[in-house]
């Protein structure tokens, strides 16, 4: 059934099962309005897949996905996790192993372009082992990669060649950690697509699964991004995303503070050193959020009458539609390198293992916390 004033379409695609709309470009179903009048009616997703052989980024709240992926636990799979490594405890799936059994699990660490060139990529390998074992996840094998670089890719298609056997591949992750790049260069190495593909060739599910072909009868599975409100970049304004997302390798910034003395990232966030004797601290975030020091007992007077203005990007108008923020307090214990880390935003390294008292300010609900330094 169609409705003329919203354009609302209650057919199911005849691709992937999904349910049909053309009011939401980001959402499952998508279709333009114009589309809907064909004989035969798939989403912009398939149609991407079937026609230039791509699949494009689609979302769903935590609810859905979980309910998604809790039908791998009853198939033989093998399960590609990507992850951010800008966002790493952001974009992580808690409870992954709860859902898919026994299946293995190839964490794919995307991004790592942003870091550093001097990078030590063997501390930040055993860094991210230490940490999904922290999460939870059993992995067969740990690949960092850069979607943008089309770097380690090779050696990602080399470990699925080499656990899959005759599983299907299920593709998950969090939005914005690169998951349509890697399908798509799956797509092209793995799938036999082509341009004569017709709709009925890859069978879809009830839900927001596309199952791409393989030519030994199996499937790539592509699921959705899942959403999860405890990314700052879940609730940013578009135009706010652009500054807060780094797109260049990263430029640390290296501050030394006394007791008492606060940075600012933009309005985004905020950084206090509480106690402690007068040490260094290096930023990693987005160059496009601008840092301004501050003395701690003036913080609360600059932020309400500058922020949004001085300290901004976000702008006010912005601003006032973010949540309220919410102060988090860490003792770091002598003799400790950590970061405090805020998701989607970035991270502060403690550099001295001296002890302190710091404090970190965001939006309330997005994610905080104290880890082990990353580099």
């Not at 919203?6 to 009011?23: D, F, K, N, P």
Request: aromatic letters at 8%; charged letters at 25%; hydrophobic letters at 35%.
């Amino acid at each position: 059934m169609r409705e003329e004033q919203g354009a609302i379409y209650t057919g199911r695609c005849s691709g992937c099962g999904i349910q049909l709309q053309s009011e939401h470009k980001d959402k499952p179903g998508y279709i333009p309005a114009q589309a809907m009048e064909k004989e035969i009616v798939i989403c912009q997703r398939c149609f991407r897949i079937k026609n230039y052989n791509e699949s494009s980024s689609i979302t769903v709240e935590q609810d859905e996905f979980l309910r998604l992926l809790s039908q791998v636990g009853n198939k033989e799979a093998l399960v590609i996790h990507i992850v951010d490594i800008f966002d790493f405890q952001g974009s992580i799936i808690s409870g992954l192993q709860r859902f898919i059994g026994n299946n293995p699990v190839l964490l794919a660490v995307n991004k790592i372009d942003l870091l550093p060139k001097v990078t030590n990529w063997n501390k930040v390998r055993n860094w991210v082992q230490k940490e999904a074992k922290e999460a939870g996840l059993k992995v067969e094998d740990i690949i960092l990669c850069s979607a943008k670089q089309s770097s380690g890719f090779d050696r990602l298609l080399d470990a699925i060649t080499a656990s899959r056997g005759k599983r299907d591949v299920y593709v998950v992750g969090a939005t914005n950690v690169g998951k349509s790049t890697l399908i798509n260069r799956l797509i092209r190495d793995y799938s036999d697509l082509d341009q004569e593909l017709t709709v009925s060739r890859y069978p879809g599910t009830t839900l927001d699964m596309v199952h791409i072909p393989l030519d030994d009868g199996h499937s790539i599975i592509d699921t959705p991004g899942i959403m999860y409100p405890s990314r700052y970049s879940e609730i940013v304004s578009p135009e706010d995303l652009g500054a807060l997302l780094p797109d260049k390798p990263l430029k640390p910034a290296v501050y030394q503070l006394n007791e008492g003395q606060t940075l600012f990232f933009g309005s985004f966030g905020r950084f206090d050193f509480i106690q402690g004797e007068r040490q260094s601290f290096t930023c990693f975030v987005s160059g496009r959020a601008p840092i301004h020091r501050t003395k701690l007992e003036k913080a609360d007077e600059l932020f309400a009458e500058h922020g949004g203005e001085l300290l901004s990007p976000p702008h006010r108008d912005s601003l006032d539609k973010l949540p309220d923020w919410t102060r988090h307090e860490f003792r770091i214990p002598k003799g400790r390198r950590m970061d405090v880390f805020i998701s989607g935003l970035g991270w502060i390294k403690i550099n001295s293992e001296a002890g302190s008292v710091v404090a970190a300010h965001a939006p309330k609900g997005i994610k905080v916390l104290v880890r082990p330094s990353l580099i």
